[in-house]
């Protein structure tokens, strides 16, 4: 069983900068890929990065690539995403999501991950 809460949301304007941190509970969490994911109003949740098991893979939605880093510190048991140059479009609740695997390959599949946080509202101001 794993236990996952986000931190880190708020409201901020364009051009600037939040981490999320996905802290979770479970001593076997260094076996379970990562995933963030967002879902805006009256859309549907996607996919926004995602980490292998070890760290070592790491894959991103188009939208985020070059501005968003998502990261893992496993003695610390806790996920990162730093976010940089925001724009209003990435205004949406963001969720980290956990599975077990031990695959270097990323799903990007929401209904692949077992375990959610209750997610954290990032609202970026024009």
């Known amino acids: 069983q794993v236990q996952l809460v986000e931190s880190g949301g708020g409201l901020v304007q364009a051009g600037d900068s939040l981490r999320l941190s996905c802290a979770a509970s479970?001593?076997?969490?260094?076996?379970?890929?990562v995933g963030w994911f967002r879902q805006a109003p009256g859309k549907e949740r996607e996919f926004v990065a995602g980490?292998?098991?070890?760290?070592?893979?790491?894959s991103y939605a188009d939208s985020v690539k070059g501005r968003f880093t998502i990261s893992r510190d496993n003695a610390k048991i806790t996920v990162y995403l730093q976010m940089n140059s925001l724009k209003p479009e990435d205004t949406a609740v963001y969720f980290c999501?956990?599975?077990?695997?031990?695959?270097?390959?990323?799903?990007?599949?929401?209904?692949?991950?077992?375990?959610w946080g209750q997610g954290t509202q990032v609202t970026v101001s024009s």
């Open positions: 999501a956990a599975r077990r695997s031990l695959s270097p390959v990323i799903t990007v599949q929401s209904n692949e991950y077992d375990y």
């Open positions: 479970g001593r076997t969490f260094s076996m379970y890929s």
């Open positions: 980490i292998s098991w070890s760290g070592g893979s790491t």
